[in-house]
Structure formats: structure tokens, C-alpha cells
């Protein structure tokens, strides 16, 4: 069974309106590139809609005709072919397209770009003000290791594409495409969706965005039978390629904790306090929304929660690196989600 993308970008976002930004997730193999690859040289070729692709650094559109057109040409274009020319000293490349045997038939069909290229790419956006979508594959990476200030890049980069054609802001949607990774990666940090994504989600909807959490049970069973992958046996990577389990997290927990505990610190967050108590018969940290109001140690969530009783929990390096571990060792168990949004808060890259 194939990958379908059309239930998601058929989706209104969680006031009813269209989204911009359309999130597929599913365990690997499952065919979201594919899909997404044939939607844009396909809606290219019958109504002319150019398209960008996005990357996070610029080595990565080296050959990017060839990465990005290679399988679906086999798949459902045997009779065209694609090339690359860079434009603007490298800061961005050109795509075209050509039939096969068919004279004066080469013609431009979108752009790859790097986030990494943002203030670049600001100075001749009008160069890509006629394309229509962005393709932004593995939006998520293995290593957690992202450009720096990389949110921040894709906002300047959109804001700089999403105008020219005679408009102030026109509809720009980009679909971001990943397996499951983690959690913790910043664009679910940035749209608040690390604290509300649960493993049994399908859909999910934010403010001018939507998600979806798929699963291929045939691109699973496919993996699970692999030679390679029997070899290696109950790995946490064989899970992430086979089943819907995120790399890089550990299940952490929702749930009542009780019995002998020491308390850690109290955290501030959205206007409220939450306590951190260390279980150490099962060596578990539980944040709950019972603090002690009387420790001395009190630490803001984020910037916006300092006063001044508490001091930026980020500015200690060494908690937020033991919290992180502790979350990512499977070590953490919360009252609730809004116990839970306030430890992303402070993990959270």
C-alpha cells in the first residue's frame, strides 16, 4: 500500500481556515517523498506551478536534479529528464525540465534553496517570487543537529518568498516531510506541538498549520524482514525504521507518582509553578504542578516567565543538560501535559 498525501493537504487548520504549512510524519519507507515528488513535477507539467525545494545547507543541492527526480522519473516520468544551473553566485539553483526526443521542450520548473543561504536568498527573492509551493524532505535529522537559528531561517526565508506576483503576501504553502525522530526537534518546539502529540495521534491541528502521524504497516513488515535489520535485532534504530517510535525519545510518562521522594527545584512557567521531586527507588524525576514555593531554588521556564524570585533555568547549562538526558533516557514522568509543555520548554533546543 502506497503513501497518500491528499487527506492532509485537504485539511483546515484548527480555526477551520487553510493552512501554510502541512507536516507529514510516518515511519520510514513509507512513501511520503514519493508522493510529494510526483505532486510537484506533476502539477508542474499540467498547470504550470513551479516549485521550490528546501534543504538545510547549500552542499546538499550538489546534484540535486539527480537526487531529487531520479526516482520518480523511473516511477512516472521515463520520458523526461531534469537539470540544475546555479544562479546568483550559488545562492540558489534552477530546475528545468525536458521531454525526451521532444525539441524546445526544456522549461524551468522550480528552485532548490538552502536555509542556510536566508539572508542571501532575501536580496533576489523576486528571482522566486513565481513558485507556488516548498518541498522541505527531512525537516527532522537522525543526528538532532540543526543550523543555527534554523526556525527563525526558514520564517525569514518564507517571508522573503511570499510576496511579488503584485501582492504583499501571497499563499505560500510548504509540506515538511520526516520520519519519526523526535519530539524535541524545534519546529514542533516552535509550534507547540512536542507537549500535545500523542503516540496514537493521526491528525493534528494547529494555527495555519496541520500534521499528520501516518504509519505504513507494509513499509514496516518490509523492514522488519530485511536480513540487515534481523541481524541487528530489537535496536531502538530498527524500531524507529519499523514502527511508530521516535529515535531520539524515550516514552515519557503521564501518570500520578507516589512514595519516598527529595524535592529538586520549582519552575515557573506561563504564570504558573511546578515541582521537580527525584523518586530514587525507581530513579524517576516527576514534575508536578505541587511546588514548594519555599525552595530556594527557582527557575524560570523561559524568558518570559522571569521575575524577580526566579532566575532563567537556561542560564545554568548543566541542569538543562541533566533534564534533557533524563528526558531522553526515559527517566521523567508528568501530572499532566501542561507539566509536560513546561519541561519542553526548557529542553527543547
Known sequence: MFYDGSKLLSLK????????????TSNRSAGKTTYFGKKLVTDFLKHGKKFILLYRYAYEITGVADKFFSDIRGLFFPNFIMTAEAREKDTFTELFIEEIGKEDSKRPCGYAIALNKADNIKKCSHL????????FDEFQTESGLYASNEVQKLQSIHTSLARGSGKQVKYLPIIMISNFVSLLNPYYTALHISER???????????GWVLEQGFNDSASQAQKESAFNRAFGDTSYNKFSAEKFYLNDNKSFVKKMTGRNSYIMTLKYDNEFFGLRLYPDSNILYLSASADMTSPK????RLED??????????????????????????FRFQNLTCKSALFAVISY
Open 306 to 331: 522571569m521575575d524577580e524570585e526566579t532566575t532563567l533555568v537556561s542560564t545554568i547549562p548543566l541542569y538543562v543538560q541533566r533534564l534533557r538526558g533524563a528526558f531522553n533516557g526515559g527517566q
Open 298 to 301: 527557582k527557575y524560570a521556564c
Open 197 to 207: 502529540l500523542q503516540a496514537d495521534t493521526n491528525y493534528l491541528r494547529g494555527v
Open 128 to 135: 522566486l517570487s513565481d513558485a507556488s509551493i516548498i518541498l
Open 13 to 24: 487548520d484548527i480555526n477551520k481556515q487553510q493552512p501554510e504549512i502541512f507536516i507529514s
